[in-house]
């Protein structure tokens, strides 16, 4: 079944989010009323200027968020205050238990459900394969590169084997080539699982080479400006940034990214600190 002709995954419908008034500071309207609806097994990107209100949006996909108005739905049930049965959130920040195996790190949220130790130790086995980390099941993460952290931090959440995955920047920290062949690993992942993916970075690159659609979102209160197709086939990996339309596709992401920034910068944005 293709991402276009399944029932929505997730949606946004009038979601909007302000922060309230803190130490004397007015409330920060971070969000909308933003419109999303994420197609069942699709890969959706956001970009956006910083600021503007993407993290906001997926915490609120999350269950880490409440709309101040509006309402998110996960398969057709609203989203509470936790983050729902189905849903894997990975982000930038390295998530990895400094005192736990790579394989301990990977087990955890299985061990902390009850699971069966012969299902966790087969769901363990294929995630450290599937990610390359079959080698390093008995390392800890400070003997790791920060590429193989990220890799850990996913294969964790790929043992819970959720429907739709949160992604908030998980390749922000590292260099471009890693970037472009950690992009490559998510693809097949992607792939392999059927899961609903939505990401959120700052590389227009990244967004373009990795998605079926890209969300532009203006400056704060973050609203999507543009849904851009990229129309890539299924069967993708990081050869597409040689490809002639790549560059027109990233200008174009670039061209909506660059005014919003300009509004930031100049001061037409709102002043507050979450992104």
């Given at each position: 079944?293709?991402?276009?002709?399944?029932?929505?995954?997730?949606?946004?419908?009038?979601?909007?989010?302000?922060?309230?008034?803190?130490?004397?500071?007015?409330?920060?309207?971070?969000?909308?009323?933003?419109?999303?609806?994420?197609?069942?097994?699709?890969?959706?990107?956001?970009?956006?200027?910083?600021?503007?209100?993407?993290?906001?949006?997926?915490?609120?996909?999350?269950?880490?968020?409440?709309?101040?108005?509006?309402?998110?739905?996960?398969?057709?049930q609203p989203i509470g205050d936790s983050v729902p049965?189905?849903?894997?959130v990975v982000f930038q920040e390295d998530a990895s238990?400094?005192w736990l195996s790579v394989a301990d790190n990977v087990?955890?949220?299985?061990?902390?459900?009850?699971?069966?130790?012969?299902?966790?130790?087969?769901?363990?086995?294929?995630?450290?394969?599937?990610?390359?980390?079959?080698?390093?099941?008995?390392?800890?993460?400070?003997?790791?590169?920060?590429?193989?952290?990220?890799?850990?931090?996913?294969?964790?959440?790929?043992?819970?084997?959720?429907?739709?995955?949160?992604?908030?920047?998980?390749?922000?920290?590292?260099?471009?080539?890693?970037?472009?062949?950690?992009?490559?690993?998510?693809?097949?992942?992607?792939?392999?699982?059927?899961?609903?993916?939505?990401?959120?970075?700052?590389?227009?690159?990244?967004?373009?080479?990795?998605?079926?659609?890209?969300?532009?979102?203006?400056?704060?209160?973050?609203?999507?400006?543009?849904?851009?197709?990229?129309?890539?086939?299924?069967?993708?990996?990081?050869?597409?940034?040689?490809?002639?339309?790549?560059?027109?596709?990233?200008?174009?992401?670039?061209?909506?990214?660059?005014?919003?920034?300009?509004?930031?910068?100049?001061?037409?944005?709102?002043?507050?600190?979450?992104?």
């Amino acid at each position: 079944m293709t991402a276009g002709s399944a029932a929505p995954a997730a949606e946004l419908a009038g979601v909007t989010r302000v922060y309230p008034a803190i130490g004397g500071q007015p409330p920060v309207h971070a969000l909308g009323p933003i419109d999303l609806t994420l197609k069942r097994g699709e890969f959706f990107a956001v970009v956006g200027p910083s600021g503007c209100g993407k993290s906001t949006l997926l915490d609120v996909l999350a269950g880490l968020a409440r709309p101040s108005d509006g309402v998110a739905r996960f398969e057709g049930q609203p989203i509470g205050d936790s983050v729902p049965d189905g849903v894997g959130v990975v982000f930038q920040e390295d998530a990895s238990f400094p005192w736990l195996s790579v394989a301990d790190n990977v087990a955890f949220g299985l061990r902390r459900q009850g699971m069966a130790a012969a299902e966790i130790a087969r769901r363990v086995e294929y995630a450290l394969g599937f990610m390359g980390l079959k080698d390093f099941a008995k390392a800890h993460p400070a003997q790791l590169s920060g590429g193989m952290r990220q890799r850990v931090c996913i294969a964790r959440t790929l043992v819970m084997q959720p429907r739709l995955i949160l992604l908030d920047e998980p390749f922000g920290a590292l260099d471009q080539q890693t970037r472009l062949l950690m992009g490559d690993e998510l693809l097949r992942l992607w792939r392999e699982t059927g899961a609903t993916v939505l990401l959120i970075t700052h590389a227009l690159d990244e967004a373009a080479m990795l998605a079926d659609r890209v969300g532009v979102m203006s400056a704060r209160p973050g609203r999507f400006i543009d849904l851009v197709e990229t129309n890539w086939p299924r069967e993708r990996d990081s050869n597409l940034v040689a490809e002639a339309g790549f560059g027109a596709l990233t200008a174009r992401l670039w061209s909506h990214l660059r005014a919003e920034s300009l509004k930031v910068m100049g001061g037409s944005g709102n002043s507050g600190s979450k992104p």
